[in-house]
């Protein structure tokens, strides 16, 4: 009878009113309908990214996007720069191996951001790369790396590109593309998105397209000029995702509802801070400090002297709450609690209690209702 209570950081909760919009009857993507939903789709959409340009959309994952902003910009040979801070700037070393590009990599630490006092001196010393891969919110560790900064640097060190990976967060997290100068952003449908897997978004800018039309890397579904052309036209060069885009409107429209994205943002910021408030006021060690904590997940230390994966499969059979577990060296040391789309304070309070139950439940020594408590004057504090 209980529903699944999922608070992962991807694939998410998805409204009912976007699951309404998705049941509606398929037409052609190649009818005046498509068009329509496509053209007020894309406009609607713009404020996530912070941009002006066209939002081109993939019918595919995050690392399709990843991989396409890659195949697009670069040629084998060329150097570029990763920045990587957990598994998913990880997965943008390995595409760009893949391709046989000469990659630098600055590699932090598990739980570390980048910063841009780090990256400045790493840019000098590699002053011939053409692009610099980040992940803004790297999912594994539950960092926000502070994109604007970085590329700032980048532009001020060198003529590269910044490619950004904002699959984990956008949607949730502020995002000024145009304002910071990211040169190539994407992001996946199945987080802040509140939509099923299965539509990648890419938003490139005038200087990136100046590079992608003179690329020679070979590409064909991920070729983003193919993407481009269509696009002019209210179309896709192949079968879109037509029902993921039919939600993705009506996502839109909720954010609108919530008197639009600034809105939407200042609920992440205020759901973190609640999940970390009840953390401490647990005595539950936090994998990240404060200044880089992402707003759409947290990674959680297990609970002094509890078997973490028993713990949370006690808290899935018996309360129906579902978190993720630790990804790659993090397995079995961490949790991670997603806070993002479709999540709402009442959910974090929901959530934050169930926990405490389940650690009563493993003997663990706290004060019952500290954490609730604690959330919930962070959360009535941002009522006044
Ligand atoms: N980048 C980040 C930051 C992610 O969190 C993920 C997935 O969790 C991906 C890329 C890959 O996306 P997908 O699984 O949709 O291919």
Redesign the pocket.
């Known amino acids: 009878m209980y529903e699944n209570i999922l608070r992962h950081?991807?694939p998410t909760p998805i409204p009912k009113k976007v699951q309404l919009a998705m049941s509606q009857d398929i037409f052609s993507h190649r009818s005046n309908e498509f068009v329509t939903l496509y053209r007020e789709t894309m406009a609607l959409v713009k404020p996530i990214f912070g941009t002006k340009q066209d939002i081109l959309l993939l019918p595919s994952?995050?690392?399709?996007a990843?991989e396409a902003a890659a195949v697009n910009t670069i040629s084998a040979g060329e150097e570029v720069v990763v920045v990587t801070v957990g598994a998913?700037g990880d997965?943008f070393v390995s595409i760009c191996e893949r391709y046989g590009f000469h990659v630098h990599k600055l590699v932090k630490d598990w739980g570390e951001a980048c910063t841009a006092e780090e990256l400045r001196p790493f840019l000098q010393a590699h002053p011939q790369i053409k692009a610099v891969f980040i992940?803004y919110?790297?999912?594994s560790t539950g960092i926000l790396n502070p994109i604007a900064d970085l590329a700032k640097v980048v532009h001020e060190e060198t003529e590269a590109l910044v490619i950004v990976?904002g699959?984990?967060c956008l949607g949730g997290a502020p995002a000024e593309m145009d304002a910071w100068g990211i040169d190539i952003f994407v992001t996946?449908s199945?987080?802040a998105l509140m939509l099923p897997?299965g539509l990648a978004l890419v938003a490139v800018s005038d200087k990136a397209w100046q590079v992608i039309e003179k690329n020679q890397t070979p590409s064909y579904y991920l070729n983003l000029i193919n993407y481009r052309s269509w696009a002019e036209k209210g179309m896709t060069p192949n079968t879109p995702a037509i029902t993921l885009i039919y939600g993705l409107h009506e996502v839109c429209k909720l954010i609108e509802a919530e008197g639009g994205f600034a809105q939407t943002v200042a609920r992440h910021e205020l759901m973190k801070q609640m999940v970390r408030s009840a953390m401490k006021a647990l005595h539950i060690e936090l994998l990240t400090e404060d200044a880089y904590a992402s707003p759409t997940i947290t990674a959680i230390l297990a609970p002094k002297d509890i078997d973490l994966a028993a713990f949370l499969a006690h808290l899935k059979n018996r309360y129906h709450l579902d978190f993720a577990g630790g990804l790659g060296h993090l397995q079995g040391k961490i949790f991670r609690f997603g806070h993002m789309g479709y999540c709402f304070p009442s959910d974090i309070l929901q959530a934050v209690s169930l926990l405490e139950a389940a650690l009563q439940d493993f003997n663990y020594t706290f004060e019952a209702g500290a954490g609730v408590l604690a959330a919930q004057q962070v959360f009535l504090a941002a009522q006044r």
């Open positions: 950081p991807g994952g995050g690392t399709a990843l998913f997965y992940t919110n790297e999912t990976d699959v984990s996946g199945q987080k897997p």
